[in-house]
Nanobody, 119 residues
Framework: QVQLVESGGGLVQAGGSLRLSCAASGRTFSTYHMGWFRQAPGKEREFVASISWNGGTTAYADSVKGRFTISRENAKNTVYLQMNNLKPEDTAVYYC????????????WGQGTQVTVSS
């Protein structure tokens, strides 16, 4: 089992920045690929970014490329999402998720943190 707790959400004006954190506890953090997802009101949850177990590979949704950066510190059991140049359409609940090295789906999810971008 992996427990995930997100933090760092809040209200920011368009063009501003936020850094989300996701602290993991439980089994060995470095055996999990990590991802960030988001869900806006009335919309389905969507992929935002992912990072491999050792940080060597990252991926981003087209809508956030060049603005968001995912990173991790395995020594601190934490994954981050640095969000710059935020737009009102980035408003959503952001979720952290963990996928074990040998599985194809994200099996563990945090409770989410609200990000609201005002215009």
């Amino acid at each position: 089992q992996v427990q995930l707790v997100e933090s760092g959400g809040g209200l920011v004006q368009a063009g501003g920045s936020l850094r989300l954190s996701c602290a993991a506890s439980g089994r060995t953090f470095s055996t999990y690929h990590m991802g960030w997802f988001r869900q806006a009101p009335g919309k389905e949850r969507e992929f935002v970014a992912s990072i491999s177990w050792n940080g060597g590979t990252t991926a981003y949704a087209d809508s956030v490329k060049g603005r968001f950066t995912i990173s991790r510190e395995n020594a601190k059991n934490t994954v981050y999402l640095q969000m710059n140049n935020l737009k009102p359409e980035d408003t959503a609940v952001y979720y952290c998720a963990a996928r074990y090295l040998t599985t194809g789906s994200y099996d563990y999810w945090g409770q989410g943190t609200q990000v609201t971008v005002s215009s």
